[in-house]
């Protein structure tokens, strides 16, 4: 194969390696800091709270529904909960043999 035109090929550039000083900034900027770990610590916490509450709300509402006797389970919904339930059951069962 012969290339004819090498007029649009741009010349390769060298690339140098950062400096120590930069490298050691790069690394730094990567740790987790006490302060931040603290911050999602108490993010965690908070959003743990809110899907209990979530949680609750949603079990209150049900058993509202069940005493009033309008509560209607979709039998679609419910297969499909016991179909992933075995799925999953298969795929850890396949995994620890």
Known sequence: MKVERLSGIKAARRVTPPAKADRKEERDSEKVSKKGSSQLESVKQ???????????????????????????????RIADEILRAAELHAQISLALN
């Open 46 to 76: 908070a959003a743990k709270r809110a899907g209990e509450q979530q949680h609750a709300e949603r079990l209150q509402e049900l058993e509202a529904q069940i005493r009033a006797g309008s509560y209607r389970p979709d039998p679609g």
